[in-house]
């Protein structure tokens, strides 16, 4: 069976491509790759908090985001900024490496997570809301792979998980499972929001992220 050309330029990718603006480490600046690395987080910050102007649930990390800023009176953007930080001390016993965007990676997508909450009015039902999780999951796919065709060192959570997996032997994919039910449920403790719109971005997520790589692929393809 044969699809259209439009389709198959919609295909997931296996592996994260190399592109103009791919570094060889993780501390090569150049002005298209700090563009691209911004501009990749800030969609991934207004893309989340359209998932938490939902109000049908957070993804797991913005639950616990959420709960915090409940706690302590903060924007949830701010104390998002504050579980980053507390994850990046975790990397030091896994002896995993800083990169640029590990350290543009929590501010940018804090700011625009804020700047989002302020943008988009709450979903006035689940329909709307269901939209909005939708939406959100695509913008958080489009800004993480364009962040992570940047090579500029992975995000905080990104790098708990290959350093965990790396260090016991277990699948990543396993890693990630478990980290996101622990923080998923820390963050209902604290009264953070989940529900219908947590389960739906947990199983898109993962598919958004591979269909835009796969579209950053080749687009840029030579």
């Known amino acids: 069976m044969s699809f259209p050309a439009w389709f198959r330029f919609f295909t997931p990718h296996k592996t994260i491509p190399k592109t103009p603006w791919t570094a060889e480490h993780q501390w090569q600046i150049s002005p298209l790759r700090i563009f691209m ?4 987080l800030a969609l991934f910050g207004i893309g989340d908090a359209l998932v938490i102007s939902s ?3 957070n993804a797991p990390w913005s639950v616990l985001a959420q709960g915090l800023s409940l706690r302590f009176d903060v924007s ?11 994850v990046l001390l975790l990397w030091i016993p896994l002896k ?15 700011a625009f997570i804020d700047l989002g ?16 999780v939708l939406g959100g999951t695509l913008l958080v796919g489009l800004g993480s792979a364009l962040y992570l065709t940047c090579g500029l060192g992975a995000g905080p959570r990104d790098g708990l998980m290959t350093g965990l997996h790396e260090k016991t032997g277990v699948r990543v994919g396993r890693v990630r499972l478990t980290l996101e039910v ?5 963050g209902a403790l604290l009264g953070g929001t989940w529900g219908l719109g947590t389960a739906l971005f947990a199983i898109a997520i993962g598919q958004s992220v591979a269909i835009w790589l ?5 687009t840029t393809a030579r």
């Open 55 to 57: 109000d049908i649930g």
């Open 96 to 110: 995993r490496r800083v990169g640029l965007g590990t350290i543009v990676n929590i501010f940018v997508i804090s």
């Open 182 to 186: 622990l923080v998923l449920i820390s």
């Open 214 to 218: 796969g579209v950053v692929a080749r």
């Open 76 to 86: 949830i953007g701010l104390a998002t900024v504050f579980v980053g930080a507390a």
């Open 37 to 40: 690395l911004v501009l990749g």
């Open 117 to 132: 909450l302020m943008i988009f009015p709450q979903a006035e039902n689940q329909i709307f809301g269901v939209g909005y």
